[in-house]
């Protein structure tokens, strides 16, 4: 089915009812939306479980979920609980739901662009990597563990997803520090990108401590 409903590239999707203006609106804006994502018809289909750790399906998230009322609210609304600046929470927003511009969105989208980490320069840039895999990333979590010891035994920072630390972490202050440091992190990369600037990690670790100590004035003050 889904074979039929594309034509190369692109979903071709036709309705046999005529649409309102606001249906074809919508129409047209879910088209965008679903060329945005490239699809392999030499891989198998995989399915995902939306409101739960890693997108897998557990009793316990689905009983969560009804309990939530007729609107079910998806686990990633849970950035939103975190007291941060408005703009660095609509940045987690998107980071977790992997949506910020990295070169392998933008290529999808139709940009050409070198797909080169900005950060490493050995891999090709994504989300994932670039907040997990990333060599320079490795280091900065070493530097930060350093700087704060109290975060040196937290296993879940130094290693786990940044989406699940973000979401599901039991310690406020380690989802609070691994939003900064993921904004941090994609801000150092900006910086390389666009005014050839670099901060070695010792000074980016810097900057990450101080944001996430200005959250901290600015929850006390609330």
Request: hydrophobic share 40%; glycine share 4%.
């Amino acid at each position: 089915m889904v074979q039929q409903a594309r034509s190369g590239d692109q979903w071709n999707l036709k309705l046999s009812q005529q649409l309102s203006i606001q249906a074809e609106q919508e129409s047209t804006a879910l088209m965008q939306e679903l060329n945005a994502y490239l699809v392999s018809q030499e891989e198998p289909d995989q399915l995902s479980w939306k409101w739960g750790l890693n997108e897998k399906f557990t009793v316990k998230t689905s009983y969560e979920a009804m309990a939530s009322g007729p609107f079910i609210e998806s686990c990633n609304a849970k950035v939103w609980q975190l007291k941060a600046p408005l703009r660095i929470l609509i940045f987690g927003w998107l980071a977790i739901k992997e949506r910020i511009l990295t070169t392998d969105n933008l290529t999808r989208k139709g940009w050409e662009l070198p797909n080169i980490c900005y950060l490493c320069r050995k891999e090709a840039e994504s989300v994932r990597h670039l907040f997990h895999a990333c060599e320079f990333t490795s280091l900065l979590r070493r530097e930060i563990t350093v700087k704060m010891p109290e975060l040196s035994s937290c296993q879940l920072f130094q290693r786990g997803s940044f989406r699940a630390v973000i979401l599901f972490s039991k310690h406020t202050k380690v989802r609070h520090m691994q939003l900064a440091f993921c904004f941090i992190l994609w801000k150092e990369r900006c910086r390389r990108l666009f005014q050839d600037k670099r901060k070695n990690v010792e000074a980016v670790g810097d900057e990450i401590c101080q944001e996430y100590t200005s959250w901290n004035t600015l929850r006390r003050e609330e």
